[in-house]
């Protein structure tokens, strides 16, 4: 669960946070959402294979946390430059 609660709750804070333009917090969302889409497609496809592997969980683990470094490295970077 942990994959899936931060990053939305690290974007909360982002969204009530001015130092974002509104199109950067919608990019961080946007990846984040997706990253966690990601997760769920990949678990229906291991599901439908009967393939419960370690590499299974750890490849659906990857594709969770690569949505909020993603969005994490879109918001620092519009950071930079605004400041």
Sequence with gaps: MLPLISPVAGMLLVTGSP?????QKAA???V???S???GFMLALFFATLSYGGGLAILLIYFALCTGSLVAGMIL???LRRAG
């Design 32 to 34: 984040t959402a997706g």
């Design 36 to 38: 966690g889409a990601a």
């Design 19 to 23: 130092h974002w333009t509104a199109a």
């Design 76 to 78: 620092l970077s519009g």
């Design 28 to 30: 961080g969302w946007i």
